[in-house]
C-alpha cells in the first residue's frame, strides 16, 4: 500500500472502491431493515443516507484526506439530529418543554452526557439520578441501559474520537466554525482548554451532593435545540437564559469568529471525560519529529486546541485529541500522521488510518446514519 | 520488547475491527443486559419511592409510596410522600379521601382534588405531613398532576 | 448504655452514614486537596486539618444545641436559616481560597492598594482555608448529623453526648480516607489549573444557592 508522504496524487478508482467495499457491505446490512419498511420515504431515506455515507468514505480513501470529508458527516448528524428530535417532541406532545408529569413517568430521553455525573451517585447510593427508564418502554424508547450500551461500544470502538463521529451535537458548532474564510479571532487563551475538565469536576461533585445532573439542569447548550424543563418559575427562566447565551455563544458566534470547535473545547464535560479512554484506543494521531519543521499549521488547523509547542515536541496531541484528521489534513510535510499505538511512528500511517477509519466510520453508519435516516424519512414523508 | 508492543498494538487495532462487527449483533444486548442486571433504580425523588401499601376503595385503588426524605443537605427536593389513584377513568368527579400512610390504622392525611381541574387539598391530621393548596405542580415535592393512567399527588413532610 | 456500647452504636451508625457525608463534603474537599499539589503524606496532613474543622463544627454546633436546649431536628425555617448562611459561607471561602491559588508568587505592590491587599488576605487565609472549609461544612445539618444529633440527646450528659458525636464522625470519616489517592494526581501541573476553575465554578453555585435559599428565609418572614 502506498504511503503518503507530502501531498500524494488521489489513489485509483479501482483501489478506492475495492477499499470502499466492506463498509458497502456494511451500510447495506445496517439499513436493510429500513429499506424493507412499507412506504416510500424510508426506502428513499435510507438509501438516500446510504449512498451518502459509501461517497463519503469513497472520498476519503481516494483522496487520503479523512477531515473533510468526515466533517461533511458530522455536520449532517449535527442538523438533523434537532430537527428529528424537535418533530417527534411536538408531534409527542405539542412542545420541547418537558412537564413533570413526563420527568414522574419516567418518559425523559436520556442523554449520553448524563453519563459522568450519574456514576458517583449510582455508586454510593444505588440510584440512577435521572427521571428516566432503565430499561426501554412503548413511550421511552430512549432507555438508560440502552444508551450506556451503546456508549460503551462506542468508547471501545473510538474513544474520544466519539467527538468526531458519534456526538450528535458537535457538527453543530462544528458547521459554524467552517463557515468563515478565515478567523477573526486568532489567539485564544490557552488556559480555556483546562474548562471542560473544571466543568466535569464541579458536575460530577455536584451531582453526587444534590442528587441531580447538575450539567443538565444548569449548563448544557443543547437544551435550545433538544428540549428542557418547563419555565415555570424563575428559577427555569434563569436556566433557559444560561442555556441560550451558551448555545449562542459557545456554539454559533465564538465558532464563527474562531473557526473553532469552542463549546468542545472550553465547556464540554463529556469530551474532557471521554479524554479518559484516549489512552484505550488502539489509534491515534503522532508527529513524526523527524520530518516536522515546525510551521505549526497543525496547531492552526486543530479545531480543540489539541496541539500545542509541547506536542510539537513530544511528537503526540494533547489527550483532547478528537482523531478528526485535520492535522494530518492540514500538514504538508507529512509529518503528522496516523498511527497504531504501539508500532513505530511514521510507516504504515495510512494503514493505520485505514484501519481507524474502517471501525469509526462503521460506528458512524451504525449510529449517525440512523439518525440521518431517521430524519430524512420525516422531511421526506412531506414529499412522497 | 519493540516487536511484542507493536504486535499488541495491531492486534488491539484489528480487535477494534472485530467490536465493531460484534457490536449490534452482541455487544449492545449484552452491555444493555448488564446495566439490566447492576439492580440501580431511578432515584426516589423521580420515581416517588418504594410502594408501601395498596389502598383499596371502591373502583379504584391508591398506591401510597415509601416517604422520600432528605438525603443530603444540598438536595434541592424536599422530603415528601407520593400517592396515586389509579385508574383515573375511574375515579370520581371528586376524589376525598382519608389516607393512613404508615398503616397503624389512624389517618395521616384528608385528600380532596377534582380529577377534571386537578385542585388538590390536602389536609394533615398527624403531625409531620404540610398541608397543600394547589392546582398543578409547585416543586417536585408539593404537586398534583396525571401520570400515565393514574393521578400522582404529592405531600411535602415537615 | 454504657459509654463502650455507645461508641459502638455511634460508630456503626457513622459508617452507613458515611456516603452521604462524603458526597455533600466532597465539593468543597476534593479540589482544595487538587490544587495543593502534595504528595500523600501532605495530602493526608490538608485531610486531617478538613476533618478537624469539620469535628469542630459538629461538636461545637451540638455543644451549642444542648446548651441553649434546642433539638438538632430543627425548624424548617430555622434548617433553611442554617442552610443558607452555610452555603453563603462556603462560596466566600471558596472564592478567597480560589482567588489565592497560582502557579507563582506574584510581587504585591508597595502602595497597599486594593488587590494588593486582596492578594495578601487571600495569601493568609491560605494557611487555614482547609480548616475553615471544614468548619462550616460540618455546620450544615446533614441528615445524619440530625440523625446523630438526636440520639446523642438521649444520653444523659454532655460528655456522653460528645463522645457519641466524635465516634460518629470517626466512621463517617473512614469514608474520606481514599481522597488521600489524589496525591496522584500532582506531578500534572494542570491540576492546579482545573482545580482553581473548579473552585471558581462551586462557589458561584454555592453563592446562587445561598441566594436563592436566603431569599426564600425573608421572603416568607
Not at chain 1, 148 to 174: D, H, R
Not at chain 1, 277 to 284: C, E, I, L, R, V
Not at chain 1, 300 to 328: D, F, Y
Given at each position: 500500500m502506498p504511503e503518503r508522504t507530502l501531498r500524494a496524487a488521489p489513489r485509483s478508482w479501482a483501489k478506492s472502491l475495492l477499499l470502499t467495499l466492506p463498509i458497502l457491505l456494511w451500510s447495506l446490512l445496517m439499513f436493510s431493515r429500513a429499506m424493507m419498511q412499507p412506504g416510500r420515504a424510508p426506502k428513499l431515506a435510507a438509501a438516500v443516507t446510504l449512498l451518502f455515507m459509501v461517497a463519503l468514505f469513497f472520498q476519503m480513501v481516494r483522496t487520503f484526506q479523512t477531515y473533510r470529508w468526515r466533517r461533511y458527516f458530522f455536520v449532517a448528524v449535527g442538523f438533523l439530529f434537532p430537527i428529528g428530535f424537535i418533530w417527534d417532541l411536538i408531534a409527542l406532545r405539542g412542545s420541547m418543554s418537558i412537564p413533570v408529569e413526563r420527568m414522574l413517568s419516567g418518559d425523559t430521553p436520556f442523554c449520553f452526557m448524563v453519563i459522568p455525573m450519574m456514576i458517583v451517585p449510582a455508586a454510593l447510593f444505588g440510584t440512577i439520578v435521572f427521571p428516566g427508564s432503565i430499561?426501554?418502554?412503548?413511550?421511552?424508547?430512549?432507555?438508560?441501559?440502552?444508551?450506556?450500551?451503546?456508549?460503551?461500544?462506542?468508547?471501545?470502538?473510538?474513544?474520544?474520537?466519539?467527538?468526531?463521529?458519534?456526538?450528535?451535537?458537535?457538527?453543530?458548532?462544528?458547521?459554524?466554525?467552517?463557515?468563515?474564510?478565515?478567523?477573526?479571532?486568532?489567539?485564544?487563551?490557552?488556559?480555556?482548554?483546562?474548562?471542560?475538565?473544571?466543568?466535569?469536576?464541579?458536575v460530577v461533585l455536584l451531582s453526587a451532593a444534590l442528587l441531580e445532573p447538575v450539567y443538565c439542569t444548569w449548563l448544557c447548550p443543547f437544551k435550545t435545540v433538544t428540549e428542557y424543563m418547563q419555565v415555570r418559575s424563575f428559577e427555569t427562566a434563569f436556566q433557559a437564559a444560561i442555556f441560550v447565551v451558551l448555545f449562542l455563544g459557545l456554539v454559533v458566534v465564538l465558532p464563527l469568529l474562531t473557526k473553532?470547535?469552542?463549546?468542545?473545547?472550553?465547556?464540554?464535560?463529556?469530551?474532557?471525560?471521554?479524554?479518559?479512554?484516549?489512552?484505550?484506543?488502539?489509534?491515534?494521531?503522532?508527529?513524526?519529529?523527524?520530518?516536522?519543521?515546525?510551521?505549526?499549521?497543525?496547531?492552526?488547523?486543530?479545531?480543540?486546541?489539541?496541539?500545542?509547542?509541547?506536542?510539537?515536541?513530544?511528537?503526540?496531541?494533547?489527550?483532547?485529541?478528537?482523531?478528526?484528521?485535520?492535522?494530518?489534513?492540514a500538514c504538508v510535510r507529512g509529518a503528522a500522521v496516523w498511527h497504531i499505538r504501539g508500532t513505530e511512528v511514521g510507516p504504515s500511517a495510512e494503514r493505520a488510518r485505514l484501519m481507524h477509519l474502517y471501525s469509526a466510520w462503521g460506528f458512524a453508519v451504525l449510529f449517525g446514519g440512523s439518525i440521518i435516516a431517521n430524519t430524512l424519512e420525516k422531511l421526506f414523508g412531506l414529499l412522497v | 520488547m519493540k516487536r511484542w508492543r507493536a504486535i499488541l498494538g495491531n492486534t488491539g487495532a484489528v480487535a477494534t475491527l472485530a467490536v465493531l462487527l460484534a457490536a449490534p449483533f452482541f455487544l449492545y444486548g449484552w452491555f444493555q443486559n448488564g446495566v439490566a442486571a447492576l439492580h440501580l433504580r431511578i432515584d426516589p425523588q423521580y420515581s416517588g419511592g418504594e410502594v408501601a401499601r395498596v389502598i383499596q376503595r371502591d373502583g379504584y385503588q391508591v398506591v401510597v409510596r415509601k416517604p422520600v426524605p432528605r438525603r443530603s443537605p444540598l438536595q434541592r427536593v424536599d422530603p415528601f410522600v407520593q400517592m396515586t389513584w389509579t385508574p383515573a377513568a375511574r375515579l370520581p368527579a371528586q376524589v376525598s379521601d382519608e389516607i393512613d400512610l404508615d398503616g397503624d390504622g389512624r389517618p395521616d392525611l384528608l385528600v380532596s382534588f377534582d380529577t377534571a381541574h386537578l385542585k388538590l387539598d390536602v389536609t394533615p391530621r398527624t403531625p409531620g405531613y404540610r398541608p397543600v393548596h394547589t392546582a398543578g405542580v409547585v416543586s417536585f415535592s408539593e404537586l398534583i398532576a396525571r401520570v400515565n393512567d393514574g393521578i400522582v399527588v404529592r405531600v411535602p413532610l415537615r | 448504655m454504657p459509654a463502650g456500647g455507645l461508641a459502638t452504636e455511634a460508630l456503626l451508625l457513622g459508617i452507613s452514614s458515611g456516603p452521604v457525608c462524603l458526597a455533600s463534603c466532597s465539593p468543597v474537599l476534593l479540589p482544595v486537596l487538587a490544587a495543593e499539589r502534595k504528595s500523600v503524606s501532605g495530602t493526608g496532613a490538608l485531610l486531617a486539618q478538613f476533618l478537624g474543622g469539620r469535628l469542630a463544627g459538629y461538636l461545637g454546633f451540638a455543644c451549642l444545641a444542648w446548651l441553649l436546649g434546642l433539638s438538632l431536628n430543627l425548624e424548617p425555617r430555622a434548617r433553611i436559616l442554617v442552610y443558607g448562611l452555610c452555603d453563603a459561607g462556603l462560596a466566600a471561602l471558596l472564592s478567597a481560597y480560589a482567588f489565592g491559588l497560582r502557579a507563582a508568587p506574584e510581587k504585591s505592590c508597595e502602595h497597599g492598594c486594593p488587590a494588593s491587599r486582596a492578594r495578601r488576605f487571600s495569601d493568609r487565609y491560605h494557611t487555614f482555608a482547609p480548616v475553615s472549609l471544614g468548619f462550616v461544612s460540618g455546620l450544615t445539618l446533614c441528615p445524619p448529623f440530625v440523625a446523630a444529633g438526636v440520639r446523642a440527646a438521649e444520653t444523659s450528659s454532655l460528655p456522653l453526648a460528645l463522645l457519641f458525636f466524635a465516634f460518629f464522625f470517626v466512621g463517617t470519616s473512614v469514608w474520606f480516607l481514599p481522597s488521600v489517592s489524589l496525591a496522584v494526581v500532582q506531578r500534572f501541573a494542570a491540576v492546579a489549573v482545573v482545580a482553581r476553575f473548579t473552585l471558581f465554578l462551586l462557589a458561584a453555585w454555592y453563592g446562587y444557592a445561598a441566594v436563592i435559599i436566603l431569599g426564600r428565609y425573608f421572603l416568607h418572614a
Open positions: 430499561l426501554a418502554t412503548a413511550s421511552n424508547p430512549h432507555a438508560i441501559a440502552a444508551m450506556v450500551a451503546l456508549w460503551m461500544c462506542a468508547t471501545l470502538l473510538l474513544g474520544k474520537a466519539w467527538c468526531s463521529y458519534g456526538c450528535f451535537f458537535g457538527g453543530i458548532e462544528e458547521g459554524f466554525a467552517a463557515v468563515a474564510k478565515k478567523p477573526r479571532i486568532k489567539k485564544l487563551d490557552p488556559r480555556l482548554r483546562w474548562m471542560p475538565w473544571a466543568v466535569l469536576a464541579a473553532k470547535r469552542t463549546q468542545c473545547s472550553f465547556l464540554c464535560p463529556f469530551g474532557a471525560f471521554q479524554s479518559l479512554f484516549n489512552k484505550t484506543s488502539a489509534f491515534d494521531v503522532r508527529i513524526d519529529r523527524a520530518r516536522c519543521r515546525p510551521c505549526v499549521l497543525c496547531e492552526k488547523a486543530c479545531p480543540t486546541l489539541s496541539i500545542g509547542a509541547e506536542s510539537l515536541e513530544s511528537g503526540q496531541p494533547r489527550l483532547s485529541c478528537m482523531k478528526c484528521g485535520a492535522c494530518v489534513d | - | -
